[in-house]
C-alpha cells in the first residue's frame, strides 16, 4: 500500500512539473529518498529516449547506480508537435470549430492539424487565425491544403490522412507528404502503409524506386537510414547490373524487420562489388592461372580436385573472394581473399587440400606478388586484425569515458590471459562479455596472437533487429565487421602483441555495447572466460584435486613428512601455458607428473610435501616424461548439434535429393593419417538438421560411424557408397 501512495505522489509530481516532460519521448524520471516524499523538488528528469527499451535500460542502471527510484513515462501524444497544441485550444474558443474537431474522426483531426501546422499561425494576427479557423470547417479540404501549402493536392491524397502519424507531423512533412503523394504511383503505395510517420516521410524520396514497395516503407515508418546511406545503396543497385538488380528489388518484397532491410543493404553492395571489382578477368594473375568464374567451373574444379570449392561459391559471387586454378605441375587451387579494402592471397592448397610442397607454393607467392604488388602477399588475418577506423576509435573513447578503469582492466586482463590458448578445434580459449537476452560480445583466440572478434546478430538472436539503427550499422561497417551472408555473428579478426592491444580491445567492447545495446553499467555485464587445459594438465588437476582432498596421515619416516617447498622459482614471471614437472610426496608413494603454474601454487599454499625437478612442456600424445609412444589410432566421438560449418577435416555428408544435402559426420584435421588420436563429430540425434532427411536418424548414424571407422582404418580422403559422401574440407 505504502508503494502505492509513493508511486501516486510521483504521478501527481509528474502531471504538474512541464521541466519533467518530453512530449515526444519515453522519459526516465526518479526521486531523491533523502529529499521529504512530498516536496516536488524531490522529483528529477533522468533521460529521455525514443523507445521504451532504451527508457527501461536507463532506469534500471540509474536506480543501481544511485539506488534512487527510477519510472518510465510514456510521451505525452496529446501534445502536438511544434506547440501546435495550442493553436487548436485557441480554435476550439469558436463553437463551429470546437464541434469540427470533437466529432470529427481521425482523417479529420490529421486534416485540423495539417492545416494549422501549414498556415503558420505563430506569424498571423488573431483576426487572420480567426479566419483560418473558419476556412478549414467550410471550404473543400484539398483546396485549403493547396492554398495553405505548396501547391496543387490531389482529393486522392486526402485518404492518406487518417494513417498519418499527425501529432508527431512539422509544417515541412506536411508539404513533403503532399508532394510525395502528388505522384500516382507513390500515392498508391503509401496507401498500403499501415502508419505514415515523419521518419518516412522524410526519407521517402531518398528510396529507390524500384525499393518503393509497401512492406519496405513500413520497415521505414520507424528506422531512419542516413542519406549517405541512401546513396550508397542507390549506386549499388545501378552497378549491380540488370539481372542482379532484378533479383534484388524481387527480393525487397520480403522485407519485414529492420535487420531484413540491412540484409538486403547488404546483398545491394556485395552485388555491385561482384560485379565491378569481383569481375572474372579483371585480375590477370598471368598464363599459369585460370580464373574460376562462376558456380559451373568452381564445382568442375572442386570434383576435379576433390576439395571444397563448390561450397564456396557464396564466397565468390558476394565479391570476397576470387579463385584461380594454377596449371602446375602440381595443379593447385588459389584464393584471392578482398581484405582492408584490396586483394591478398589467401589459401593455397593441392589435391584434396593437401599442402603443397613450400618451393611450389613459393612460385606461387612469386607469381601472384608480380601480378598484384608486394602488398597482396601478407597474411590476411594479420592485416584484417589491423584495421582501426573512427567508429572503432569512438567506441574505444566512449569505453574509457563511461566505465571504471578497474572494470576496464578487469576486460582487459580476461582478454590478454587467453592469447595463445586454443588447442585446436572444440578446443578453444575465449571470453565472453554478454548483457541481457544474450546480446554479447566475444574473442576467442587462436594459438598464434589472432583473435576472432564476433558481436552477437540478429542470425542467431532475433532481438538483435531492433538495434539495428543506421548509426550502428554505420558503427559496426567502419569498425571493420563482417555483415552475416548466413547464420554468423557480426565479425571481424583483431591481432594482439602486446597487452596494449587488450586493453584497445576491451575499451572497444564496452564502448560498442554502450553505443549498440545501451549497456551503462558493468554490473549488467556476466564475464565468462574458458581456457582450455591439456590431457596431461586435466591428469594433473584430477591428481591435485585427489590430494588436496585427502587428510595426510602421520608418516611413518621422516624421509616422506610433509615439509615446506623451496620457492626457488619466479611463478610471477611464468607464463601461465607453462608446465612443470614436479614430484608429490605422500605417505603411500611417490606419483610423477606435470602440473599447471596454478595447481603448483595451490599445491605450496596447502603445503603438500613436493619437490621441483626440470622445467618442461607437455604435448598431447607425449608421455610425461616426453618420450614420443607408439600407439593404435584411438577415435573420440561426440555429438554435436550443428555440422555446417566445419573448419579443416573429412566432411560424411548423406545426400537428401532435391534438398541438398546434410552433414552427419565430421572428422577433425588429418592428424590421424600418421597414426595420431582421431576426433569425430556426430550429428546429434535431435539436431534440427535432420529434418531434412527422409530416413532413420539413428540408422543413417550408425553407418556414418561405420564409413567413418573405414576411413580412418584404410585412410582414405574420398569416399561414396549409397547416398553417403566423404570428401576433404579445407
Not at 510525395?180 to 521518419?199: I, Q, Y
Not at 584484417?384 to 566512449?398: D, L, M, P, T
Not at 544474450?438 to 587462436?446: E, V
Not at 548509426?471 to 602483441?497: H, I, Q, T
Request: aromatic share 8%.
Amino acid at each position: 500500500m505504502a508503494m502505492m501512495v509513493e508511486k501516486s505522489w510521483v504521478e501527481r509530481a509528474y502531471d504538474q512539473k512541464s521541466a519533467l516532460k518530453s512530449d515526444t519521448l519515453f522519459n526516465v524520471v526518479a526521486f531523491d529518498d533523502f529529499a521529504f516524499a512530498g516536496d516536488d523538488n524531490a522529483l528529477y528528469l533522468v533521460s529521455s529516449h525514443n523507445n521504451p527499451t532504451d527508457a527501461e535500460a536507463s532506469a534500471r542502471a540509474h536506480t543501481a547506480r544511485t539506488g534512487d527510484k527510477s519510472y518510465v513515462y510514456p510521451p505525452r501524444r496529446e501534445n502536438l508537435a511544434d506547440g501546435l497544441g495550442q493553436w487548436v485550444q485557441e480554435g476550439c474558443a469558436r463553437p463551429r470549430f470546437r464541434a469540427f474537431w470533437d466529432e470529427g474522426d481521425a482523417a479529420t483531426r490529421a486534416y485540423v492539424i495539417a492545416c494549422v501546422a501549414l498556415a503558420d499561425l505563430a506569424n498571423r494576427s488573431a483576426d487572420e487565425r480567426a479566419s483560418v479557423f473558419d476556412e478549414l470547417t467550410t471550404e473543400p479540404r484539398a483546396t485549403m491544403i493547396a492554398r495553405l501549402g505548396s501547391g496543387r493536392v490531389h482529393v486522392e491524397s486526402l485518404k492518406t490522412l487518417e494513417r498519418c502519424d499527425a501529432l508527431n507531423f512539422r509544417r515541412n512533412d506536411w508539404n513533403t507528404l503532399f508532394l510525395l503523394l502528388d505522384d500516382p504511383k507513390t500515392r498508391r503505395t503509401l496507401g498500403h502503409v499501415k502508419v505514415v510517420t515523419p521518419t518516412l516521410v522524410r526519407q521517402v524520396a531518398a528510396v529507390p524506386v524500384g525499393l518503393r514497395l509497401p512492406a519496405l516503407l513500413e520497415v521505414l515508418a520507424d528506422n531512419a537510414v542516413d542519406t549517405d546511406q541512401w546513396e550508397r545503396l542507390a549506386t549499388a543497385l545501378e552497378d549491380a547490373g540488370p539481372t542482379r538488380r532484378a533479383t534484388l528489388v524481387r527480393s525487397a518484397r520480403l522485407v519485414r524487420t529492420a535487420s531484413d532491410f540491412w540484409d538486403l543493404f547488404h546483398r545491394c553492395l556485395d552485388a555491385a562489388q561482384t560485379e565491378t571489382m569481383g569481375k572474372r578477368g579483371a585480375i590477370a594473375l598471368g598464363p599459369r592461372f585460370i580464373p574460376l568464374a562462376g558456380a559451373d567451373a568452381m564445382h568442375e574444379e572442386a570434383q576435379r580436385m576433390e576439395n571444397c570449392l563448390g561450397r564456396l561459391v557464396d564466397r565468390s559471387a558476394y565479391g570476397q573472394s576470387l579463385y584461380f586454378a594454377w596449371l602446375g605441375p602440381p595443379r593447385a587451387t588459389v584464393e584471392l581473399a578482398a581484405v582492408a579494402g584490396r586483394w591478398v592471397l589467401g589459401e593455397v592448397g593441392g589435391h584434396a587440400n593437401e599442402p603443397l610442397d613450400p618451393r611450389v607454393e613459393a612460385v606461387i607467392r612469386t607469381a601472384v606478388g608480380e601480378a598484384l604488388g608486394a602488398n597482396a602477399i601478407v597474411d590476411r588475418r594479420e592485416v584484417a586484425g589491423r584495421v582501426r577506423g573512427s567508429a572503432f576509435e569512438h567506441c574505444i573513447a566512449v569505453g574509457r569515458r563511461e566505465f571504471s578503469d578497474n572494470d576496464r582492466a578487469a576486460l582487459a586482463d580476461a582478454l590478454f590471459s587467453i592469447r595463445g590458448r586454443s588447442l585446436g578445434p572444440k578446443r578453444n580459449a575465449y571470453v565472453v562479455v554478454d548483457a541481457d537476452n544474450h546480446l554479447y560480445f566475444q574473442a576467442l583466440a587462436d594459438p598464434g596472437g589472432n583473435y576472432f572478434v564476433e558481436i552477437s546478430s540478429h542470425r542467431y538472436i532475433p532481438e538483435v533487429s531492433r538495434f539495428l539503427t543506421s548509426s550502428a550499422v554505420r558503427m559496426l561497417e567502419e569498425s571493420g565487421f563482417e555483415w552475416p551472408r548466413g547464420e554468423a555473428n557480426f565479425k571481424r579478426m583483431w591481432r594482439v602483441d602486446l597487452r596494449s592491444d587488450c586493453v584497445d580491445l576491451a575499451d572497444f567492447a564496452l564502448g560498442a555495447l554502450w553505443e549498440m545495446f545501451g549497456v551503462r553499467t558493468f554490473a549488467q555485464l556476466k564475464l565468462k572466460v574458458t581456457i582450455p587445459v591439456g590431457d596431461v594438465e586435466r591428469a594433473a588437476a584430477e591428481h591435485v584435486e585427489a590430494l588436496l582432498r585427502r587428510p595426510l596421515a602421520t608418516p611413518a619416516t621422516t624421509d616422506v613428512s610433509p615439509r615446506k617447498p623451496e620457492r626457488d622459482r619466479d611463478f610471477e614471471d611464468m607464463n601461465r601455458a607453462d608446465v612443470w614437472w614436479i614430484t608429490f610426496v605422500d605417505q603411500w608413494a611417490l606419483i610423477g607428473c606435470a602440473v599447471s603454474r596454478d595447481a603448483y601454487q595451490r599445491l605450496v599454499h596447502s603445503k603438500v610435501a613436493m619437490e621441483p625437478i626440470d622445467r618442461m612442456v607437455a604435448t598431447k600424445g607425449d608421455s610425461p616424461r616426453g618420450e614420443a609412444t607408439d600407439r593404435a589410432i584411438k577415435i573420440t566421438w561426440t555429438d554435436d548439434d550443428d555440422l555446417a560449418s566445419c573448419g579443416h577435416g573429412l566432411e560424411i555428408s548423406y545426400d537428401c535429393a532435391d534438398r541438398g544435402s546434410v552433414v552427419v559426420a565430421f572428422v577433425e584435421g588429418y592428424g590421424w593419417r600418421s597414426g595420431k588420436h582421431a576426433e569425430v563429430r556426430l550429428l546429434a540425434e535431435d539436431a534440427s538438421a535432420w529434418a531434412m532427411v527422409d530416413g532413420n536418424a539413428a540408422a543413417i548414424r550408425e553407418e556414418a560411424r561405420a564409413i567413418v571407422i573405414e576411413v580412418l582404418r584404410e585412410r582414405k580422403m574420398r569416399l561414396t557408397r549409397g547416398r553417403f559422401e566423404v570428401w576433404a574440407n579445407a
